[in-house]
T-cell receptor, first 111, second 112 residues
């Protein structure tokens, strides 16, 4: 079955540590996105990528980094520079007529 | 940049009809999407509009007016399971590709 997979589902990080969230898709979509969602809030765009080896900052890119070395993969690194990293992180890939297909999300908690 | 506005909360009665509005301002408009999100889950796709007019899909319909920067999602014959957050998202063409930006969502509560 085609889909988009995020791992892990739950992640705990100590303050000051970098952590990388995985996102893989086998839908052959060109565009991929990372969003952050805080409790009771909407989705805020962190980074997006239209093609391999190219990506763009979204609205809240500070403290995050991404790479797009393969079409299928778009990992997100939450760096120690991100002041408030505890959130629900959603990765998506895009179909022209359906917009975003989402992974199950990763819930990151800083301890 | 993009600006997307939706009401924060709405309440409706089971079996009734509810309309959730979304207004937006953007350049390079390339489509508007509606998603449903239940608590703790990822959003799921409901509808897509890129041309003006009404798109109907079962109990859900979505309308777009590009000149007014306005869309609405219409839910008919409301069921308790429709209680969820409804997200409006706008896609815009940028120098780096298609940017997909979400509104803050409308929390719909369906009551008996």
């Amino acid at each position: 079955d085609g889909g988009i997979t995020q791992s892990p589902k739950y992640l705990f990080r100590k303050e000051g540590q970098n952590v990388t969230l995985s996102c893989e898709q086998n839908l052959n979509h060109d565009a991929m996105y990372w969003y952050r969602q805080d409790p009771g809030q909407g989705l805020r765009l962190i980074y997006y990528s239209q093609i391999v080896n190219d990506f763009q900052k979204g609205d809240i890119a500070e403290g995050y980094s991404v790479s797009r070395e393969k079409k299928e993969s778009f990992p997100l690194t939450v760096t120690s520079a991100q002041k408030n990293p505890t959130a629900f992180y959603l990765c998506a890939s895009s179909n022209p007529q359906r917009g975003a297909f989402f992974g199950q999300g990763t819930r990151l908690t800083v301890v | 940049g993009q600006n997307i506005d939706q009401p924060t909360e709405m309440t409706a009665t089971e079996g009734a009809i509810v309309q959730i509005n979304c207004t937006y301002q953007t350049s390079g408009f390339n489509g508007l999407f509606w998603y449903q999100q239940h608590a703790g889950e990822a959003p799921t796709f409901l509808s897509y509009n890129v041309l003006d007019g009404l798109e109907e899909k079962g109990r859900f319909s979505s309308f777009l007016s590009r000149s007014k920067g306005y869309s609405y999602l219409l839910l008919k014959e409301l069921q308790m399971k429709d209680s969820a957050s409804y997200l409006c998202a706008v896609r815009a063409v940028t120098g780096g590709g298609n940017k997909l930006t979400f509104g803050t969502g409308t929390q719909l509560k369906v009551e008996l």
